[in-house]
């Protein structure tokens, strides 16, 4: 649901995606100050909960509602390893459930591959 395409349209998209990315830095910021949880686990406890939303049906509405606030980040990434398993594995069986999840999320990553390629030609790092 895209508000109308007026200023204060474009003002609520952006403070309502802005809110909800927000939230869910919020929330792998406490679990790294309140638990002895590393940054690894706390990715992998947010792509289980992408893939959770998107089993049990909230990730549809919550994508709807929240845009690109709960897509962009690794909670979307689960979301689509868990819907193109499923539509694969309903077309080409079993199989299909380990190739449906790496189709659908291969452009993502080719994507985030690429791109880091290229800052890393452009900035040159330097090992510590």
Do not use: D, H
Not at 34 to 40: H, Q, S
Not at 41 to 59: D, K, N, P, S
Not at 75 to 90: C, D, V
Not at 96 to 116: D, K, P, R
């Amino acid at each position: 649901m895209l508000l109308p395409q007026t200023w204060w349209g474009y003002a609520l998209n952006y403070l309502i995606v802005f809110a909800s990315g927000g939230a869910c830095c919020i929330a792998a910021q406490l679990l790294i100050i309140k638990t002895k949880l590393t940054p690894a686990r706390i990715l992998v406890i947010f792509l289980l909960a992408g893939i959770a939303l998107q089993t049990v049906g909230i990730y549809e509405p919550l994508a709807a509602a929240l845009r690109s606030g709960i897509c962009v980040p690794i909670i979307g990434f689960g979301a689509t390893l868990a819907k193109g398993a499923a539509e694969w594995a309903a077309e080409y069986g079993p199989l299909g459930a380990f190739a449906g999840g790496l189709v659908e999320t291969a452009f993502g990553v080719g994507v985030a591959v690429a791109a880091s390629y290229i800052v890393s030609v452009v900035f040159s790092p330097k090992s510590k």
